[in-house]
């Protein structure tokens, strides 16, 4: 049975985005205090809990950016904030890139911190995507770094002297600014061969805050094409 009707104006990536959402829905059980990210993939699964509220499902949720609030708002939700509960049960998030052993790379919606944050504050986490975010190896998405405004100008000297290419984040002409009032930094790196390494390296830079990557952290990635559902597990090593 599918999870919704196909219709002619959703493409196959906006399904992808919508059945991992459904199938991660799955997963959210009564009382449990449920993490939401950001970004159009979490948009599917925020609609899809707002449903399962009006149909009696008694959740408690934190919310990881201003936007999912917002829309977790409007879909019924109940919010509380992150500091109200001493661990989370289960988050949903999307992701930008992720590899086979499930290292990603998020943060492209800008709201890296507060996921990150709320993820390692999680028993479960969930990723979901359309397959076109899977990956053999991480870099080609390029890399959010969240900076610290003052002073930001010489962690983009020392990024460059790196050549890790950064790029600030614009949007309609102005510097972007995340919800702690941070800027972002994309690097622009091409192939990441040790991302775990390279998350390290960069927090020791004095005015970076978070990086985007996330390794370690996803205990599970539903990935759709289309309908066609392929759920990854890591490893624990
Ligand atoms: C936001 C994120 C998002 O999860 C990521 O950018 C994926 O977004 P989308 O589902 O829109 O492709 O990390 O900070």
């Known amino acids: 049975m599918p999870y919704f009707e196909m219709t002619n104006d959703i493409d196959i990536k906006d399904l992808g985005k919508k059945t991992s959402a459904y199938k991660a829905a799955e997963y959210i059980e009564q009382g449990m205090t449920v993490g939401l990210g950001s970004g159009s993939t979490v948009f599917h699964v925020i609609v899809r809990v707002g449903e399962l509220v009006k149909e009696g499902l008694e959740i408690k949720c934190v919310s990881t950016s201003s936007s999912t609030s917002a829309l977790a708002k409007e ?8 500091s109200e509960t001493d661990s989370i049960d289960l988050t949903i998030d999307g992701a930008d890139e992720i590899d086979p052993k499930l290292c990603g790379i998020k943060g492209g919606g800008g709201a ?38 003052f002073g930001h100008r010489r962690v983009f000297r020392i990024l460059e002297d790196k050549n890790l290419n950064p790029v600030i984040r614009k949007r309609d ?13 994309d690097l622009n790196i091409g192939t990441i061969s040790e991302p775990d390494k390279l998350d390290k390296d960069l927090k020791l830079i ?32």
């Open 112 to 149: 890296l911190l507060f996921e990150k944050i709320v993820a390692l504050n999680s028993k479960k986490n969930i990723w979901i995507a359309d397959s076109s975010k899977l990956v053999d190896t991480l870099g080609k998405f390029p890399l959010p770094v969240e900076v610290i405004p």
């Open 75 to 82: 879909c019924g939700i109940k919010l509380i904030e992150l």
């Open 173 to 185: 002409g102005s510097i972007y600014q995340t919800d702690s009032g941070n800027l972002i930094m």
């Open 206 to 237: 004095n005015g970076v805050v978070e990086t985007g990557i996330f390794c370690g952290i996803a205990d599970m990635a539903i990935i759709a094409e289309g309908e066609a559902i392929e759920v990854i597990v890591r490893s624990q090593q």
